[in-house]
């Protein structure tokens, strides 16, 4: 190894914090004018691994510091202080569909971020590091407690902040995508909220701690969950809020609207059986669901009457979402919103370019995956890597200032999709 290369030094910091908090990646020590490549390795519960990378030129004092200059090729470029993590991709070789995801929340996600001499694209592994930096990032903060949830038939966690409360609380739903998500719960905690995540989507769902079956859900069970989040000693029973993703802000609509929704889901239901046929798969096998809502509908009996809604509401719009209409939902929305006079309870955040999943910041961009239950198609969510990025860093800082100024300092029920 050249000894002019070979005192290279990396640091991260901080090398360990929360997922949501961005770090500073800098390489001194280098020789003036020396390319380099800057990698990142992540390997997934499962096995499967994602890598990103990117081709710097270290400055006239031998530094390149991520914060400030920026990559010029590689899985993203330009100045992106998180790009090694937002632009991460499947290794070469990988099946198709994996994504950065995390199960165990008790366990932080490890990144080992290495130099590399010259602008490689590929063969890290049989490539010398110059230096080398294991990053941990977690989901949850010191002291959040994860407290395992089975009152009223639930099959939930709940997250609770550091301290003796009360908190306010969250109940935190996720789409059709997944039986039970733990992620965003335990960030929420890790922020100050009392947060709850269910698996209410899976018709066999299985209770981990009685090992029995459950049952198809119905209004009942979000009521019950949002009753446990109530009566529990250290959350504020009148400042409660909920989360929703995909079809968990349906359901998050209904909840804010009705106290019985069924008869509501149920026709909403037929109305989707009934343009089935509207569903397209392309060339690649990716399903688009966009146009089964299309055109939306008019007939009152197959929405949620929002005019009814008296609590603030945040709706997150990402422009490009192949998964649902959701730019003219939200259109629908605010129309139905101001006839009825409560308009003013309505904030609409409307991204350009940006897919179906709009989840917490450094989640990296879904373009596809495999769809539950059926691993010969793949969902095309939609969306551009960087703008979707972006949108996701955007949209969370503002769901969590939306909570506070609705849970922390008004102490009253909200409602936030």
């Excluded at 929420?188 to 989507?201: E, K, P, Q, W």
């Amino acid at each position: 190894m050249d000894s002019e290369w070979c005192n290279v030094k990396l640091s991260v910091y901080p090398s360990r914090g929360l997922v949501d908090e961005k770090f500073t990646v800098l390489v001194q020590k280098a020789p003036p004018g020396f390319q380099m490549t800057i990698h990142v390795l992540h390997q997934c519960e499962d096995g499967n691994s994602l890598e990103a990378f990117a081709h710097y030129t270290a400055d006239a004092c031998g530094t390149v510091n991520l914060s400030e200059d920026p990559s010029m090729g590689g899985t993203y470029s330009g100045v992106e202080p998180m790009g090694l993590i937002w632009s991460l991709k499947p290794v070469p070789g990988s099946k198709p569909g994996i994504r950065l995801s995390k199960k165990n929340v008790q366990t932080p996600m490890e990144f080992t971020i290495s130099v590399y001499k010259g602008h490689q694209t590929e063969g890290f592994v049989d490539q010398v590091q110059l230096a080398c930096v294991v990053v941990e990032r977690w989901y949850m903060a010191p002291g959040v407690r994860r407290v395992p949830i089975t009152e009223g038939g639930l099959i939930g966690v709940l997250f609770l902040p550091p301290g003796p409360g009360p908190f306010p609380g969250v109940l935190d739903l996720w789409g059709g995508g997944v039986d039970l998500l733990e992620t965003r719960s335990a960030l929420l905690a890790s922020h100050g909220f009392a947060s709850m995540t269910i698996n209410y989507m899976d018709p066999f769902r299985k209770n981990e701690e009685t090992s029995e079956a459950g049952k198809i859900v119905n209004n009942q069970y979000f009521e019950t969950a949002l009753r446990v989040l109530q009566q529990h000693p250290q959350i504020l029973s009148s400042s409660i809020g909920m989360l929703g993703l995909s079809f968990g802000a349906s359901v998050t609509f209904k909840m804010a609207a009705y106290s019985d929704v069924v008869k509501v889901r149920n026709a909403w239901m037929k109305y989707l059986s009934l343009n089935a046929s509207k569903i397209r798969v392309d060339t690649d096998n990716q399903v688009i669901t966009r146009d089964l809502l299309l055109p939306i509908p008019t007939d009152p009996t197959m929405k949620v009457d929002v005019g009814r809604v008296q609590c603030p509401l945040l709706l997150i719009v990402g422009e490009d979402d192949q998964n649902w209409p959701v730019s003219e939902s939200a259109q629908d929305i605010k129309e139905m919103m101001e006839r009825a006079g409560n308009s003013h309870l309505l904030t609409i955040l409307s991204y350009p370019n940006t897919g179906h999943l709009i989840e917490p910041p450094y989640s990296g961009h879904v373009l596809v995956s495999t769809l539950r239950h059926i691993t010969a198609l793949m969902s095309l969510w939609g969306g551009e890597m960087v703008a979707h990025c972006r949108a996701q860093e955007d949209a969370w800082r503002k769901i969590l200032v939306f909570l506070m100024e609705n849970l922390f300092v008004h102490n009253s029920a909200n409602t936030s999709e």
